[in-house]
Nanobody
Framework: QVRLVESGGGSVQAGDALQVSCAAS????????IGWFRQPPGESQEFVAS????????YYAESLKGRFTISRDDAKNTVTLQMNDLKPGDTALYRC????????????????????WGRGTQVTVST
């Protein structure tokens, strides 16, 4: 049974940093592609970042490059998303998902190619 469990969300102020984590079971994060998506209140889900298994490659939403960083810890079978300089617009439910195997191009960011999803962790950024 594949399970993805997010943690680390919370309420922070604008400018703060926060790290959310995705703990996987039933699969190896080192052998698959893990993505982060988010859904702001009243808006549609959007791609945040993804990371492939070995050899590692990372992908980011253009607007988040340089501010968000995705990484993988094979020993803990966990993928983390470091979020810096948070803004109110980052308020959303953050979910992780897995695409079995590798990815290429849009296959690294399109939600429909990710087959298993966590339930999410809420991040709220206030001014």
């Amino acid at each position: 049974q594949v399970r993805l469990v997010e943690s680390g969300g919370g309420s922070v102020q604008a400018g703060d940093a926060l790290q959310v984590s995705c703990a996987a079971s039933g699969l190896s994060v080192g052998g698959n592609t893990i993505g982060w998506f988010r859904q702001p209140p009243g808006e549609s889900q959007e791609f945040v970042a993804s990371i492939t298994g070995n050899p590692s490659a990372t992908y980011y939403a253009e607007s988040l490059k340089g501010r968000f960083t995705i990484s993988r810890d094979d020993a803990k079978n966990t993928v983390t998303l470091q979020m810096n300089d948070l803004k109110p617009g980052d308020t959303a439910l953050y979910r992780c998902a897995v695409r079995r195997g590798g990815c290429l191009g849009s296959g690294c960011s399109a939600a429909f190619v990710f087959t298993d999803w966590g339930r999410g962790t809420q991040v709220t950024v206030s001014t």
